[in-house]
């Protein structure tokens, strides 16, 4: 697939359609809380709403993690989108694929909802390498999309260099130690959405090399 | 995080996004109006639907209520963007409170819709207790977003004052409440909605200072 | 509420809002078609798929009347607001109202899939009834936009007439014939989507008195 | 029905309406995916979430398939709406009927998620019929719009010739194979998927018949 100039279009409708997709998935993540007296698979129907409700704080934790994620995600898509001034075949193909990476984690979100708590178990630590190995993914996508906009010049930017690396390389670190504590890879995800929500800006200076 | 002019962004994608989470999240409001005769937990199977439906009041209203209380939340967003014309960093942060709190309004409202009913029980004021404290957190998230708008001069008024606490007591009040009677605090935040509705112009000039 | 011109305001965030909120209550339809075999509450665990499907059709029946009925809303709310240039704040209520008994369509929609067959049921005309009820309301709420629009110059039309009747009472028809049929009151509204999909244009020539 | 221009309208509301569908019809994906250790239909507690989440190989497999198919036909919409600058009445519904097929798609993803793996069954050969004829009624639709806006001259293209088959017929194909194998029968709707993604440009060149 060849690049050429023909086959870029205006950004206005991509934008627009990974922005509902965006927020849908975001809206959908509240479905993840359920009410612990209602549903039979929690077997809580012994505890009043109050400890039901402190009982599942896992899933309020995985809420709000994804929650602030993908904000994130949001965030950068639009700061990306400030800079990106057209799209080709490619790059829709590509924030496709970021798109589908973005919903996935309304599941991954529900099976730490489920799974993880304080105590270790197989299970949690499974979910959280899902969860954790899925943000890993999306960082890739993230770093590659950054890296072929540049090499394109669909970005006034240079290519190459490390900083491809600190998108992904966080979740990795996630995903790694998910193998040992599940919750303390949670922590380390919600770590990086608070991060980036203090350093966004920082973010893509670097990544584009402004001056 | 200080504030400079470099930092502001065009409204229009903020303005988009918010519009789409607030919109799925009002109308994901309606899963949580069961067919009473299919919902195991609900146990209703030796009533004919019509009867079922009427038991089920409490849902209709807690419907009824927080697609009010939502719409008059888009109604303001609406209309305090019309006044800041710019964003920063920290009011996407800010803004993504908001929609946090908004979301989470679904998850409240089924927790009325299963637990409240004319009897009191200690579950009802539970989950009556969480409904209005979340929606006095999304009156504190509000008065703060108008609050830093002013004082950064996103919009042109002056800050201080009596006047941020016109969001968050009311719906305080409510919180207050349902620790006595769930049913009475739903109430309140029913009334809150419908000033809004009817008032909804007055308290931007209030809040803003116009003259 | 008195109305002045300083309380309209443009059209363009009230449409964006709106279309956001038909599109996600037609989306959502389609999670009221349910696998029949892995629903404990059909009890059809001893059909093969096929069979299940079939044995579904009101489901699908229900799923095709309300998705021509919400997409009939959304053309006409589309037309309506290309005469429509500037809302006020008692539209932006009535356009809430109107978007609150689309939204419930979702919910009397699933009552239908549930409890409507060939089969007279009591239940099965409770369901119509409701359903068709949520129609009629609609119908009503469409009319009063129209009025208020006429009245107060927001579209250049006289107000009056019987004209107001032929939104809302096609549907009180299916609602007086649900007391007898379930099935057929159906049928109505389904003739009624048809008709609006064949004649929409001509629907607001005349609603509008254009010449 | 008779075409005359002032029956035309601008595309813009319409392509915002098609989008907010096809975005949330996409996430709504996200919603067969099931945890495999908490529903009580999937019968797997005696797994450990790693083998429950493996068995569940077949969901995630639709859900790719269903995730790529959703997308093309966004991306293709996109591309068409570049050619297509007004819409009259038809065109509108024939996008409605679009719009459905699309949300149905929901459905029948789940339908193969709960019935399609590797042995072959009655239930899985129905699931995967069911799922390829959905998609070659997408494809007929595809190709009426497309034939409809050539005719009429909405588009600048001469309508006419085999290149109307090639929205359908592979999805035809599909469904023939799923009578003998439901699996094959899938992996013929991912190789479209895939072929498309690589090839949409060729696609509206070749059916618009550019120079």
Same mark, same amino acid.
């Given at each position: 697939m060849s690049v050429s100039k023909g086959d870029q279009r205006e950004t206005a409708r991509t934008e627009a359609f990974s922005d509902g997709v965006i927020a849908f998935a975001i809206t959908l &993540?509240?479905?993840?809380?359920?009410?612990p007296l209602m549903?039979?698979?929690?077997?809580?129907?012994? &505890?009043n709403l109050y400890q039901g409700l402190l009982s599942q704080w896992p899933a309020f934790f995985a809420f709000v993690t994804s929650f602030a994620t993908i904000l994130i995600m949001w965030v950068n898509h639009h700061n990306m989108f400030t800079y990106i001034k057209r799209v080709d075949t490619n790059l829709m193909f590509l924030n496709g694929l970021l798109l589908f990476f973005i919903v996935l984690t309304a599941f991954t979100t529900l099976l730490i909802a489920n799974h993880v708590g304080l105590t270790q178990t197989d299970n949690g630590r499974t979910a959280a390498a899902v969860y954790s190995g899925n943000a890993t993914l999306l960082g890739i996508v993230w770093s590659t999309i950054t890296y072929y906009s540049a090499r394109t010049g669909l970005v006034p930017a240079r290519p190459g260099g490390?900083?491809?690396?600190?998108g992904p390389l966080p979740y990795a670190i996630a995903f790694a130690i998910s193998f040992f504590s599940a919750f303390l890879s949670l922590v380390v995800v919600l770590i990086i959405a608070v991060y980036w929500t203090l350093a966004s800006r920082g973010f893509w200076r670097l990544v584009l090399s402004e001056t």
């Open positions: &993540l509240v479905l993840n809380l359920k009410d549903d039979p698979a929690l077997s809580m129907s012994n &505890l490390l900083r491809y690396l600190i």
